[in-house]
Structure formats: C-alpha cells, structure tokens
C-alpha cells in the first residue's frame, strides 16, 4: 500500500469519526435508581444537605486533598457546594434548585475543570413497597467535543457505575 493511500485511509475514518460524532444526540441523559429500606424522609435529609454528601457520594473519597466549600446555608434551595481538586474530581459547583420534600432534589451542576459542562442532576424519591425508590438521573447537553468522546467512552456506563456506587453508598449510608 503507497503512503499516499494510507493517507488517504487515514483521512477518510478521520472524517467518518467526525460525522458520526455530529450525528450523534444534542443532549445526554443518565439514570440509576434502587430501592432503599428506609423512609423517604430519612434519605431526603442525606440528599437535600451538602454537609451529608461525604457519607454517600461517590466523588468525595477519589481526593482526600479536595477542598469543599458549601455556600450559605448547607441544604435545601439556593445551598451551594464546590469543590476543587485533584485530576479525578476536577473543580466544580452544584446549587441546589428545588426541592420537594421528601420526593425531589433537583441540581444545578457547573463542571469548570477537567472540561466545562453544565448540567442538571435530579434524586427523586418514590415510596415503594419495602423502602423508597430512589432515582439519580443527570441530563445535559451535548457539546461536539462531549459527542467526540462519547464516540469513543459509553458516559452511560462511566457516570452510570458512578451513580450505581453512589446509591448503594447512600444505603449504607442511612443504615449507620
């Protein structure tokens, strides 16, 4: 095979790459959910204050050096948390938009750090035979570059696992 033809091989799945990336959604989405033998009530409190998040989010351990900084009022409506750290949480904001108590948590999310993202986060607490079904879903868009990456990395999957683990902690978490 010439170089001029391995070039051109090159060439064409470079831009195969590139339109599949372009085609692909202008915005994500992700959901876990677990049913969890507690009240409702009792989860809502772990979830709605910023000052829990340690004992159940998955992110709070990948940075014993991370700096946490919660912002007026610790839960509910307007509370805010950021955080700065290491490559594997990066630097970051979250506001808590809304609540519903004991049913709903919705989040505001500013990635600024390893890339610039802004999304929303929503825990919805279902009663349910047993416990309380609790779901972790975050949606967003999708910039080109978060397409690019998606072509390559399932975010299904990483975030997925993140919530999975973050969920199960929140079970252990309310037993405690």
């Given at each position: 095979m010439s170089l001029s033809a391995i070039i051109l091989l090159i060439l064409v799945v470079?831009?195969?790459?590139?339109?599949?990336?372009?085609?692909?959604?202008d915005t994500f989405s992700v959901q876990r959910s677990l049913t969890i033998a507690a009240p409702a009530e009792k989860l809502?409190?772990?979830i709605n204050d910023f000052n829990r998040w340690p004992d159940w989010s998955p992110y709070e351990h990948r940075d014993p050096n991370m700096?946490?900084?919660i912002g007026g009022a610790s839960n509910g409506k307007g509370a805010t948390y950021a955080w700065e750290g290491?490559?594997?949480?990066?630097?970051?904001?979250?506001e808590i938009l809304d609540t519903q108590p004991p049913s709903l948590i919705t989040i505001k999310l500013d990635f600024?750090?390893?890339f610039e993202a802004h999304n929303v986060a929503e825990l919805t607490l279902q009663p349910v035979a047993g416990g309380t079904n609790?779901?972790?879903a975050m949606r967003g868009p999708a910039s080109f570059m978060t397409k690019l990456i998606g072509s390559f990395m399932n975010m299904d999957k990483?975030?997925?696992?993140?919530?999975?683990?973050?969920?199960?902690?929140?079970k252990d978490a309310v037993k405690s």
């Open positions: 470079f831009v195969a790459i590139l339109v599949y990336a372009w085609t692909r959604p809502f409190a772990f700096k946490r900084t290491n490559k594997n949480v990066g630097k970051g904001r979250m600024e750090q390893p609790v779901t972790w990483m975030v997925g696992k993140d919530f999975e683990a973050g969920l199960a902690k929140l």
